[in-house]
């Protein structure tokens, strides 16, 4: 019997900002328009959620 796989890992990932990786905060402060010291801040603040980020980030 085979096992069913499962491919949660990369939108599982997708969903979160990792505020120590340069790319990825490069990534949402071009997105969003702000510096990376926001995104930085907004990511202490909120958690690493990109929704709560990205909500924080549009006040």
Same mark, same amino acid.
């Given at each position: ?14 969903? %979160? ?6 790319? *990825? &905060?490069?990534? *949402?402060?071009? @997105?969003?328009? &702000?510096? %990376?010291? %926001?995104?930085? *801040?907004? &990511? @202490? ?7 709560? &980020? *990205?909500? @924080?980030? @549009?006040?």
């Amino acid at each position: 019997m085979a096992t069913e796989r499962k491919d949660q890992g990369r939108a599982q990932d997708r969903r %979160k900002v990792a505020g120590g990786q340069d790319h *990825e &905060v490069r990534y *949402e402060a071009d @997105k969003m328009d &702000v510096s %990376k010291d %926001k995104v930085r *801040e907004a &990511v @202490k603040s909120e958690g690493n959620s990109r929704a709560q &980020v *990205e909500r @924080k980030l @549009k006040d």
